[in-house]
């Protein structure tokens, strides 16, 4: 269920500037975060279209097609999530008819298309749509979804049983947690720990959907990989987190 750490080439070297790029355009505001985004929800979907080619498969959804449908998807979420969800869609409906009459009609790979594009742009939107009120609660995220992404990498890149990464990953989350139950971030009573256990429990899931995207599951997808714990964990926590910030 959950994918092998990769651990060719600098691994933690391009996750420290990840982490850096992340937060530090998400203080910068909401624009420069979304333009972010957009860029590398936009590079996670190309690649995950060009895994199907590389993987020799019958289907193979167009790469071109998935890569604008996020990147146009999680922009417009800069202007709301009226926009988001308007643009996204067009987005959506423009790649699968630009699939369709590129791959002469065929269903599968039009699907496949849409799906490549779909997963990285929710993954992203999120976060992106929460910047538009509020500094603490994207930040919140980004850090549950960052401090995953290192613990799991970290214990499960030195260990032969794949799930000891998820676990030490979850793990990560609880000092996140305790710093906003005890500061009042945006959070009141058991709310922090209610949004803690969610993010622990979903972020494991992001990576293994992730996989499932991929023709090739040994397909390294850089940029899917810097997103896929926010694929589950990303519109779900951020819709709880909006009805019970205070």
């Known amino acids: 269920m959950f994918p092998a750490p990769e651990t060719r080439g600098p691994k933690v070297l391009l996750g420290m500037l990840w982490a850096a790029a992340a937060i530090g355009t998400l203080v910068m505001g909401r624009a420069p975060f979304a333009l972010l985004m957009a ?27 998935a890569l604008g449908a996020a990147a146009v998807a999680v922009l417009s979420a800069a202007a709301g999530p009226a926009a988001f969800a308007v643009t996204g869609v067009l987005a959506l409906v423009g790649a699968a008819v630009w699939a369709f009459l590129a791959t002469r009609g065929s269903p599968v790979d039009v699907a496949l298309t849409v799906a490549c594009a779909a997963v990285p742009a929710v993954a992203a939107a999120g976060p992106v749509l929460l910047r538009g009120s509020s500094l603490e609660v994207p930040f919140i995220l980004m850090a549950y979804a960052l401090l995953y992404d290192a613990g799991s990498w970290l214990v499960g890149s030195g260990s032969r049983h794949r799930w000891l990464g998820p676990l030490a990953g979850a793990a990560c989350v609880v000092p996140v947690t305790m710093l906003v139950a005890a500061l009042g971030l945006q959070f009141r009573g058991a709310s922090a720990w209610e949004l803690g256990v969610l993010a622990a429990v979903l972020a494991p899931l992001g990576p293994a959907a992730a996989t499932l995207l991929l023709g090739d599951r040994r397909w390294p997808a850089p940029a899917l990989r810097r997103l896929d714990s926010l694929i589950v964990l990303g519109p779900v926590w951020s819709l709880v987190a909006a009805h019970l910030r205070v």
Not at 41 to 50: L, P
Request: hydrophobic share 50%.
């Open 39 to 65: 860029g590398v929800a936009g590079a996670a979907a190309g690649q995950a279209a060009h895994s199907w080619r590389h993987a020799g498969a019958p289907h193979r959804p167009l790469a071109p097609a």
